[in-house]
């Protein structure tokens, strides 16, 4: 699988920004894609995910903020984040699994992800 991510940026409190990330090489129509990020000195931790069928799961720190959807036509999964805080300052990263090679459940914890975008830096700002 290639991912790349795309949109990260930096911008003020309460400010809005979609990422972007383009995927290549599923090889069934049976997948897992996720959003992760890793805050200054902190774990990276999974934040959304959304599967082949668009059941999404989100992390408590962003539920009701962001929005996970698939842009099938177009080979893209988007990170739709509104309301950002500071706190919300990370590197982002989109990854995906495959269930033909791999547990075909759909998480938010990293190792079950095998491919991982080079991510992108979003910075919020008092």
């Known amino acids: 699988l290639r991912l790349m991510e795309s949109g990260g940026g930096s911008l003020q409190i309460g400010g809005s920004l979609i990422l972007s990330c383009a995927v290549s090489g599923f090889t069934t129509g049976r997948y897992c894609m996720g959003w992760f990020r890793q805050r200054p000195g902190k774990e990276r931790e999974g934040i959304a995910n959304i599967d082949h069928d668009d059941h999404t799961i989100y992390a408590e720190s962003v539920k009701g903020r962001f929005t996970i959807s698939k842009d099938n036509a177009k080979n893209t999964v988007l990170l739709t984040m509104n309301n950002l805080q500071p706190e919300d300052t990370a590197i982002y990263y989109c990854?995906?699994?495959?269930?033909?090679?791999?547990?075909?459940?759909?998480?938010?914890?990293?190792?079950?992800?095998?491919?991982w975008g080079q991510g992108t830096q979003v910075t919020v700002s008092t």
């Open positions: 990854a995906a699994h495959d269930f033909s090679s791999t547990v075909p459940i759909c998480t938010l914890i990293s190792p079950d992800f095998t491919d």
